[in-house]
């Protein structure tokens, strides 16, 4: 079983910053692409970050130049350095990761259970 477990979220002023955590644990043979979505009350879960197995990143347009995703391979750890925080960045944030199981097995996609990032004065 795979479990993904995010930390970091909060309280934080407009202008702040906050590192978000998520660790892959449980039976991995294989992490890909490993990504972070966000989903404000009322909307669609939305896409923040992305980053690929070779280091490749890819962002939304609202979060370039502010947001930095990052991963450590050897903890199974994506992370989501956030700067420049505004308060239309406030939502619950999920980690996802394309994981296999077995070494010649198939990727599945799993998604963590979500921590909330409040941007406010």
């Known amino acids: 079983q795979v479990q993904l477990v995010e930390s970091g979220g909060g309280l934080v002023q407009p202008g702040g910053s906050l590192k978000l955590s998520c660790a892959a644990s449980g039976s991995i043979a294989g992490i890909g692409a490993m990504g972070w979505y966000r989903q404000a009350p009322g909307k669609q879960r939305d896409l923040v970050a992305i980053i690929t197995s070779d280091g490749t990143q890819t962002y939304a347009d609202s979060v370039k130049g502010r947001f930095t995703i990052s991963r450590d391979n050897a903890r199974n750890t994506v992370y989501l350095q956030m700067n420049s925080l505004k308060p239309e960045d406030t939502a619950v944030y999920y980690c996802?990761?394309?994981?296999?199981?077995?070494?010649?097995?198939?990727?599945?996609?799993?998604w963590g259970q979500g921590t909330q990032v409040t941007v406010s004065s």
């Open positions: 996802n990761a394309g994981i296999k199981t077995k070494l010649y097995g198939p990727l599945s996609l799993y």
